[in-house]
């Protein structure tokens, strides 16, 4: 009996402490190991050094390379805060402010288990001159109607005469909504009650589409945000094959997105298959002005084939640059087109009752690349 009972013993304890192997990585069934990147190493090369230019030939163009034992991939930190990922350790970055700048650069290595080993280096990087070019824009200089060769007035809502969110307004390709005058757009919210689609809604508003659409570049938007609770003005993005393959599958860029039942927060935002509409990672980029209502500031994204950078007066905020890039978390790979409008209502917030109605302003909108 005894001997009986210490074979069982045995065959347990050989179950109990069964090794497992994942991605080369053994471990145990109670816990996982820690796996800790160790030997961390990092090469720079800023393009065009030599004895007459020791910061580099003025393109701003820098390659990096990291090396670490037991590490899957690397994250790359800038000055502004952002990380940009690389899986095998290359990285080229190019630098944008005009002069001689010193740069403190941090690449971490990451294990399978996500722990983490960083070290620093700091780097001068001369800039000549950042070479992209402006190859659309409106300054809204004219007066009157918009420019019939730059936007289309949005008006035919796409849920049974509604639009979605539960949203309160209907959009018009009237003068009364959107105008252009003293060197600014104006899309004016109002209440009122308006007949269309054979709905009634008690709101106007507009909803205005580039005509001109682009892949990759910088777009730069000044405007002055609608002041009320119930206002939920945008600058957006959205893919120009939405009519071929749906949202979110298109991708949408939020550039700048405020509601004004939270009036200093301003949001910027990515829409992908992979996280949208409802998913807790969307709202991203936060940040906190104090007079959006009363002041132009500058929203902007910077796209390229690697990330979307969202920038406020030039400040950055947000950086979308996920490691693995495919069509359910990178939709960025084809034409976009820009989309400006002030909504009211939606299903999680009302409209003031004492609304009465209230504009958001553009000064210009450009693209760059």
Not at 276 to 292: E, K, P, R, S
Not at 359 to 366: I, K, L
């Amino acid at each position: 009996m005894k001997l009986t009972i210490y074979f069982l013993l045995v065959i347990i304890m050989a179950c109990g402490g069964q090794n497992n192997e994942e991605d080369g990585f053994v471990y145990t069934n109670g816990e996982r190991e820690k796996v800790v990147p160790t030997e961390l190493n990092l090469s720079v090369e800023v393009l065009g050094v030599d004895s007459n230019n020791p910061s580099g030939n003025g393109t701003g163009v820098v390659q990096f390379s990291a090396v670490a034992k037991n590490s899957v991939k690397y994250g790359y930190r800038f000055n502004d805060g952002s990380e940009e990922v690389s899986t095998d350790g290359n990285f080229t970055y190019t630098f944008r402010e005009e002069g001689i700048h010193d740069y403190k650069i941090t690449v971490l290595a990451y294990s399978i288990t996500g722990e983490s080993l960083a070290i620093s280096e700091t780097i001068s990087v001369f800039v000549a001159e950042y070479e992209a070019k402006l190859v659309w824009s409106d300054e809204f200089e004219g007066e009157g109607t918009l420019s019939a060769q730059n936007w289309k007035l949005e008006t035919i809502a796409p849920d049974n005469g509604s639009w979605y969110n539960g949203e309160l307004q209907h959009y018009t390709n009237r003068q009364d909504n959107a105008y252009v005058s003293d060197g600014t757009l104006k899309i004016v919210a109002k209440k009122e009650q308006y007949t269309a689609q054979g709905t009634t809604k008690q709101y106007t508003s507009a909803r205005l589409n580039s005509l001109f659409s682009f892949t990759y570049g910088r777009v730069e938007v000044r405007a002055k945000l609608p002041f009320g609770q119930g206002t939920w003005p945008a600058i957006w993005m959205l893919g120009s094959n939405i009519e071929t393959v749906g949202w979110p599958a298109c991708g949408e860029i939020d550039i700048m997105e405020h509601w004004g039942h939270e009036p200093e927060k301003i949001s910027s935002a990515t829409h992908t298959p992979s996280c949208h509409g409802g998913c807790t990672d969307v709202t991203v980029g936060t940040t906190i002005i104090a007079d959006y209502n009363t002041e132009f500031h500058v929203y902007a994204v910077e796209w390229n084939r690697d990330s979307l950078r969202f920038f406020i007066d030039d400040e950055f905020v947000y950086a979308y640059n996920p490691t693995l890039k495919d069509k359910d978390t990178w939709p960025y790979t084809a034409d976009q087109f820009i989309i400006l409008n002030v909504a009211m209502g939606g299903s999680w917030f009302s409209v003031d009752p004492n609304f009465v109605s209230s504009t958001m302003e553009v000064d210009y909108v450009r693209v760059y690349q």
